[in-house]
């Protein structure tokens, strides 16, 4: 039975404490799309997290880890990851990788440096983690699979095929020195060496595992918003981070999926370029920031201070809609008890003057400011409270309000970053 854990939004969502949480439950916890470019922060009893690339089910020694085929790996940031948690006192955790995984090459962290440099302020805002050039060669069928690092004259014959192209770009695009054949592959060869005990036939492992009738959770990356086909484009990521890719970038079948977990912040907050309607400045925006989160709303992975603003009912309705979601999880909940009042985004205007609450494409998004309403707030600290009847009034009004914006059943509340302050609504 395989279960899904994505976001709303433009990530950031709370998808990690989530899927930590869940992990205890389940025998498998894939990652099926993205690589080292978000991170996911969890709290629990081994300290505080942010992992990349390691599922979100490594704190769980019952769980099997799997980086599926679909995810961009980046050898030596998986390598420096199972590093720190063992450094921390963490038991190392099951964990394998998929053979049809691809991997991340020298090349593509560059490329990704140079491009933003080349493009300016024309730049989509990239992490700059290799991710957009890693899934073009991906696609453009010179990527490398990790089986392929195996074989020395399969892989010196890929790179040089590779290469032929990158030095091109290299040398008379970026004007940087090029790369060679045996160098490269002999840094790809070291790499291999190290992840050789984990590398695995995943897909044959998962479908047995299926077949026993285990839950298999999968563990998305970012969110909606952020899928190259129904997101912000081009201020999107490279992978698909939709359930309904999961099955596909993990390998599972499809037919076995029964639950969509949508995950989505009780405000908005996105890193990055592009169109975010709901973004405040200012004080509001900085009171707000500085409570967000476990530790103020700074990205998990490169520390940018994340643009915040209210609660995107348009937005939201649309990412829940496309995922697919059958139950809603709000994170974050504890964050807005400092407002007497609490706006909430419930339709945008468009650049000439119509009111809209279909999220459009980007050309028309681009133009679109928010339409507020006003909710009550609750004005006290929730953290603490263990049960969801227990919340003040109209902090459940405002997770109504929720669950009827966005169409699908709200199931779960957060009321803090660590793994135990979760609430579960009848
Ligand atoms: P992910 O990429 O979707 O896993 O999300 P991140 O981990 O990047 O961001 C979520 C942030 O919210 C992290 O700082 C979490 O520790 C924090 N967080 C998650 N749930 C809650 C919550 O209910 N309340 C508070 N205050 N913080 C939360």
């Known amino acids: 039975m395989v279960q899904i854990v994505v976001g709303a939004n433009w990530g950031d969502e709370g998808k990690g404490k989530v899927t930590d949480l869940l992990a205890e439950k389940s025998s498998v916890v894939v990652r099926f799309q993205g690589g080292a470019n978000a991170g996911h922060t969890i709290i629990n009893e081994y300290g505080k997290f942010a992992l990349h690339l390691l599922p979100s089910g490594v704190f769980h020694q019952n769980v099997t880890n799997i980086i599926g085929p679909g995810v961009a790996l980046n050898i030596e940031s998986l390598l420096s990851e199972l590093h720190a948690l063992e450094e921390r006192g963490v038991p190392a955790p099951k964990l394998l990788i998929s053979d049809r995984c691809q991997v991340m090459m ?3 962290v560059d490329f990704d440096r140079f491009e933003e440099e080349r493009l300016g302020k024309q730049s989509f805002g990239s992490t700059k983690s290799g991710i957009a050039p890693f899934y073009s060669d991906k696609f453009a069928k010179v990527g490398l699979q990790v089986c392929q690092l195996y074989d020395a004259k399969l892989l010196r014959e890929r790179l040089a095929i590779a ?10 695009l970026y004007h940087k020195p090029t790369l060679d054949v045996e160098t490269v592959a002999r840094e790809m060869e070291a790499q291999a060496e190290k992840i050789r005990p984990m590398v695995a036939d995943t897909t044959r ?5 299926d ?8 563990e998305g990356q970012l969110g909606t918003l952020r899928d190259p086909d129904h997101g912000i484009y081009p201020y999107t990521t490279s992978s698909s981070p939709l359930a309904g890719y999961g099955p596909v970038g993990a390998g599972v079948p499809v037919r076995s999926v029964q639950e969509i977990y949508c995950v989505t912040k009780a405000y908005s907050s996105a890193v990055g370029a592009g169109p975010f309607t709901v973004r405040l400045h200012g004080d509001e925006a900085e009171n707000l920031r500085r409570r967000g989160g476990d530790a103020g709303e700074y990205g998990a992975t490169t520390g940018r201070p ?3 603003g209210w609660f995107d009912a348009v937005a939201t309705r649309y990412g829940v809609q496309v995922q697919g979601a059958t139950q809603v999880v709000v994170t974050n909940l ?7 009042e609490i706006p909430v985004c419930v339709a945008y205007e468009t650049a000439d003057g119509r009111r809209i609450t279909d999220f459009p494409a980007t ?16 004005k006290c600290d929730i953290r603490g409270i263990r ?28 009321n803090g970053p660590r793994r135990e302050e979760m609430l579960y609504r009848k």
């Open 334 to 340: 504890d964050v807005l008890g400092y407002l007497d």
């Open 306 to 308: 994340r643009d915040v």
């Open 211 to 218: 077949k026993r009738g285990e839950v298999i959770l999968l």
């Open 205 to 209: 492992f998962l479908h047995e595992a």
């Open 106 to 108: 020298p090349w593509h």
């Open 163 to 172: 290469l032929v192209k990158v030095n091109c770009l290299l040398e008379h």
């Open 363 to 378: 050309p028309e998004l681009m133009g679109c400011k928010p339409i507020f309403e006003r909710l009550p707030g609750w």
């Open 387 to 414: 049960d969801y009847d227990a919340l003040p009034e109209n902090c459940k009004r405002y997770v109504d309000f929720i669950e009827k914006a966005v169409g699908a059943p709200v199931t779960m509340v957060s």
